[in-house]
């Protein structure tokens, strides 16, 4: 199974970038490397998902180095809203096929003013 | 998006009675739900695989007979907690993918059911 590991928490300031790394030293070959956004007493929201190198959509970056042993969120000019639980998820092959998402500890992101 | 979406919210029950969550995909076909269990200041831990037609797939640990799931239609899956203690008290959360279930696919979740048993 890939393990995740992530920092616990971190904190910011409106406005500014946030970088949240991943490690997930044994990727599998066919995995794909997806972040949540966690609100509490609510259901997990997609963010971003990526394979290799570089994804960005309207809300954040990931960055896949060659080996994918790691991937970083990004998240530009962060606001108080972003304060959240933000996952890294990377995809579990089933020996039928298709996968299931297994959850590692996520980071606990406080954004204040 | 695609929406997934949960019934009850919330739900507090006495202890020994039986819960039932629906699951629902909105707009969309989902052959696979995932059912999810979530402690405060906790992560997520998935519980089950529901297959539609088929029997659930168990996490180890998770005791099947005490966590009913029923995957009847492509756009409902339930979870029934039977003779639900203290203990059963947490946030469950389900979540569906569109179609087949692929590597790459995105998984929508519900917004989760708070239970309270008392």
């Known amino acids: 199974l890939a393990k995740t590991t992530q920092p616990i928490s971190m904190d910011s300031y409106e406005g500014q970038e946030v970088n949240i790394t991943c490690s997930h030293n044994n990727i599998a070959t066919n995995d794909y490397i997806t972040w949540y956004q966690q609100f509490p007493s609510q259901g997990p929201r997609f963010i971003i998902q990526?394979?290799?190198t570089k994804v960005t959509n309207e809300v954040a970056s990931l960055f896949i180095p060659a080996d994918r042993k790691s991937s970083t969120l990004s998240l530009p000019r962060v606001s108080l809203s972003d304060t959240a639980v933000y996952y890294c998820?990377?995809?579990?092959?089933?020996?039928?096929?298709?996968?299931?998402?297994?959850f590692g500890t996520g980071t606990q992101l406080k954004v204040e003013l | 998006g695609a929406v997934v979406s949960q019934h009850p919210s919330w739900v507090i029950c006495k202890s020994g009675t039986s819960v039932k969550i629906e699951c629902r995909s909105l707009?969309?076909?989902?052959?696979?739900m995932f059912w999810y269990r979530q402690f405060p200041k906790q992560s997520l831990m998935l519980m089950a695989t529901?297959?539609?037609?088929?029997?659930?797939?168990?996490e180890q640990g998770v005791e099947k007979d005490k966590f009913l799931i029923n995957h009847a239609s492509l756009t409902l899956s339930t979870l029934t907690v039977t003779s639900a203690h203290p203990e059963d008290s947490s946030f469950y959360i389900c979540?569906?993918?569109?179609?087949?279930?692929?590597?790459?696919?995105?998984?929508?979740f519900g917004q989760g059911t708070r239970l309270t048993v008392v």
């Open positions: 990526g394979y290799k």
């Open positions: 979540s569906a993918r569109q179609g087949r279930v692929a590597l790459n696919t995105e998984a929508f």
């Open positions: 707009d969309f076909q989902a052959t696979t």
């Open positions: 529901s297959n539609e037609g088929s029997k659930a797939t168990y």
């Open positions: 998820l990377v995809g579990v092959v089933l020996t039928g096929g298709g996968n299931k998402l297994t």
